[in-house]
């Protein structure tokens, strides 16, 4: 019997010490707008391998980075209780959470730990501090250009451009566009259904720089001619020469870039972040090869290169975890993205070897994916980013563009008129 007594207080203590180990792990909640196998969970899961001996775990959680889903992500941060660490995908949204309580200030973690944020990341990093403050660190690099199905330019004997204008892209979409009904192939697919603001940040921020809708004093500048051209570009294919479906199409059919480049309805798309879908052969099976462009100017001469910062990780000062979540942060930012990389996500942090980079993006997908036009448009880093550095009611004017934008394209005024509007009250948004 007393052998029996001491084996069960013995299984007891085990118990009971097993169980106070469990409570020391802290578990961290990461929210990110990517799908978790398209690399986020595989960085999860080598954290969770470095970090088991520390005490740290962490859990993925997926939000869709539309408004609904920023609208559940910014309710959870501030009720408090469900998210660490999360993502942010614009410069304006990251303004609105830093002023809003919804990102921390890192400046005592940065300089407690000598965390060389503008070594590791370049001086760009900084053009991204909220009042002069980092509420995130940018962990990659959003350096982007024209998706190009590189098969239909090869039939139509048009080189991928290295440079070009936005006569002559549109002189291209023109040439790649044919057929009629169901069976029309489009020569370009905007996306606008997700995002209506993409000529300014991709197409004007190369001759304007990083803060096209402002001129260097912070006054508005959103009916620049360079900004005009852009949208009077967008509008002419969608509505002149259809050579891209009308952004009425776009919305009330839900047309996607998958739907429309990956099937071969559209021979160019906006931008590579569907990387992930063109690997994904069960899911969207196609065997025409994939090149990249950069984007095209009001005259052909890009003076800036369209890049910056995405993917900024911030911490959520109601956690809980506030350093376990700055060492996932620091880890992730520097080593954790690889796994990211093959599904088109490229680091910023220099602390990546450009070779390895470079072979994660193409991984599974080298018959897909045109190596040399990735690597020299999406992978290398110039050194003449558009780089941002004027927020001043940034929201607020992008969704004034957006409502303008909207009856640009749907007829309802002309492309001078709405943008002349939409920098009447710009103007009068900088004035309160």
């Not at 394209?409 to 001078?416: A, N």
Request: proline content about 5%; aromatic content about 10%; overall charge negative.
């Amino acid at each position: 019997m007393k052998k029996w007594l001491s084996m069960l207080m013995a299984i007891a203590l085990l118990v009971t010490a097993a169980t106070a180990l469990a409570d020391d792990v802290i578990t961290l909640r990461v929210w990110g707008g990517v799908p978790a196998e398209a690399g986020p969970q595989a960085s999860i899961d080598l954290f969770n391998e470095a970090f088991k001996d520390k005490g740290i775990q962490a859990e993925y959680e997926r939000f869709v980075n539309d408004d609904t889903g920023n609208l559940k992500l910014e309710t959870s941060l501030l009720a408090g209780n469900d998210v660490d660490l999360y993502m942010t995908y614009t410069p304006a949204v990251l303004q609105k959470r830093a002023s809003g309580n919804m990102a921390l200030d890192l400046t005592e973690l940065v300089e407690r730990d000598g965390f060389d944020i503008e070594g590791i990341f370049g001086k760009m990093a900084l053009s991204y501090y909220i009042d002069g403050k980092p509420y995130s660190l940018p962990t990659k690099m959003d350096q982007y250009g024209i998706v190009i199905n590189k098969d239909m330019f090869d039939a139509a004997g048009i080189e991928v451009p290295t440079e070009w204008s936005f006569e002559e892209f549109r002189e291209i979409a023109k040439k790649l566009t044919h057929g009629e009904g169901d069976s029309k192939v489009y020569g370009m697919f905007f996306n606008s259904q997700q995002d209506l603001l993409y000529p300014f940040n991709y197409f004007s921020v190369q001759t304007l720089g990083g803060d096209p809708l402002y001129h260097s004093d912070g006054t508005a500048n959103v009916n620049d001619p360079v900004n005009v051209a852009a949208i009077e570009l967008v509008n002419n294919m969608m509505n002149v020469d259809h050579t891209a479906p009308t952004h009425t199409d776009s919305v009330t059919q839900k047309l996607s870039q998958e739907g429309m480049f990956i099937t071969g309805k559209s021979a160019m798309t906006i931008g590579p972040w569907m990387v992930r879908s063109i690997k994904d052969r069960d899911n969207y099976p196609h065997d025409f090869k994939t090149a990249f462009a950069p984007y095209p100017t009001i005259d052909g001469v890009r003076t800036y290169t369209q890049g910056g910062y995405g993917d900024h990780l911030c911490i959520n000062p109601k956690s809980k975890h506030i350093d376990a979540a700055w060492e996932f942060m620091k880890w992730y930012a520097t080593e954790g993205m690889l796994p990211l990389t093959s599904g088109g996500r490229v680091p910023s942090a220099n602390t990546y070897d450009s070779a390895e980079v470079t072979e994660y993006f193409l991984k599974g997908a080298e018959d897909l994916l045109d190596a040399e036009t990735a690597k020299n448009v999406l992978i290398v880093p110039a050194s003449n980013h558009a780089v941002p550095s004027i927020t001043t009611k940034l929201p607020e004017i992008n969704k004034v563009l957006t409502e303008e934008l909207e009856n640009i394209y749907t007829g309802v005024k002309t492309v001078q008129q709405g943008m002349d509007d939409a920098q009447a009250r710009a103007e009068a948004l900088l004035a309160k």
